[in-house]
């Protein structure tokens, strides 16, 4: 089983900057790709950014120019680097990995999520 844990969410002001972490841990043979999530209430939960092995990224129309993934494959870890941030951002924020466990299994594993709250 591989488990994913996000810290570094909270309150910030609009305008101001957060920096997401998402720690993957288990039976890890190989990541293929990381994303971010997040879902405000009452919504539909939307992607935010991806980041494949390679590299490569993709970003939501809404926070391109803003937001920046990044991954430490020594680490299994995942970063979002949220810069001016503004009210319609406020979410949970979810990370999301799948790829391959020791063994052959594939796996596809979700966070338990972390409130990013932006003021007015």
């Known amino acids: 089983q591989v488990q994913l844990v996000e810290s570094g969410g909270g309150l910030v002001q609009s305008g101001g900057s957060l920096r997401l972490s998402c720690a993957a841990s288990g039976s890890i043979f190989s990541i293929n790709t990381m994303g971010w999530y997040r879902q405000a209430p009452g919504e539909r939960r939307e992607l935010v950014a991806h980041?494949?092995?390679?590299?490569?990224?993709n970003y939501a129309d809404s926070v391109k120019g803003r937001f920046t993934i990044s991954r430490d494959n020594a680490k299994n870890a995942g970063y979002l680097q949220m810069n001016s941030l503004k009210p319609e951002d406020t979410a949970v924020y979810y990370c999301k990995a799948y790829g391959l466990e020791y063994g052959g299994t594939d796996f596809s594993s979700w966070g338990q999520g972390t409130q990013v709250t932006v003021s007015s």
């Open positions: 980041i494949a092995t390679d590299g490569s990224t």
